[in-house]
């Protein structure tokens, strides 16, 4: 279930925001720091956790999840692919997801959740990238990739916007979101761990 497998159609949606972004004369390392403005925004809304800020919170995770496309594309329409783009590009996608789940976790105000949602998203990454260290080439398999972790946390929001309260067991749909995100977070990474494992 993920859909880094449909980057290629959503590279076909992009054209005009990398013309965009190109106009504007931007660099692809501009879109990126912008993209992880929009993921603090996003962080900023979910910790005020009110319906109109899980709605506005939803809308910033979309742009940050968007923009982190363009700035791979704009890259390439620009001839510009380096190292040091791609490492700023993953250090920022993983503060982006720290303070995404952070605001997450403390708009209904459960720390031990979050930290275990937190540590489930960024062992999944972990996992891809040192998979990639050994040799065995980058891994973006399992169960949730980074792009059904923002869609998720996009639909999430919304929803949350229209129903905020808990729904069972004293937990919200944000806190529900964040459960999934601890236990597929941990298998994903655990899968790729097999996976690689396997192939050594």
């Known amino acids: 279930m993920t859909l880094d497998q449909y980057r290629s159609v959503a590279d076909r949606l992009l054209s005009p925001f990398v013309s965009l972004a190109d106009s504007a004369g931007l660099s692809p390392d501009g879109v990126s720091v912008i993209a992880f403005g929009f993921a603090v925004a996003a962080g900023a809304a979910f910790y005020v956790a009110t319906p109109l800020w899980y709605a506005l919170g939803a809308f910033f995770v979309f742009c940050n999840g968007w923009l982190d496309l363009v700035d791979g594309a704009l890259a390439r329409e620009q001839d510009v692919a380096s190292a040091g783009g791609d490492l700023l590009d993953h250090v920022l996608d993983r503060y982006a997801d720290i303070v995404i789940l952070a605001g997450l976790a403390a708009g209904i105000d459960n720390y031990a959740l979050g930290l275990a949602a937190v540590t489930g998203?960024?062992?999944?990454?972990?996992?891809?990238?040192?998979?990639?260290?050994?040799?065995?080439?980058?891994?973006?398999?399992?169960?949730?990739?980074?792009?059904?972790?923002?869609?998720?946390?996009?639909?999430?929001?919304?929803?949350?916007?229209?129903?905020?309260?808990?729904?069972?067991?004293?937990?919200?749909?944000?806190?529900?979101?964040?459960?999934?995100?601890?236990?597929?977070?941990?298998?994903?990474?655990?899968?790729?761990?097999?996976?690689?494992w396997s192939d050594l």
Do not use: N
């Not at 949350?160 to 995100?181: D, M, S």
């Open 121 to 196: 998203v960024l062992m999944t990454s972990y996992l891809g990238t040192q998979i990639q260290a050994v040799g065995l080439g980058r891994e973006y398999g399992g169960l949730l990739g980074r792009a059904d972790r923002l869609a998720l946390v996009g639909v999430t929001g919304a929803l949350a916007a229209i129903a905020p309260g808990e729904l069972v067991a004293g937990l919200t749909l944000v806190g529900f979101l964040l459960v999934l995100f601890a236990v597929v977070g941990h298998v994903t990474a655990l899968q790729r761990f097999w996976g690689a």
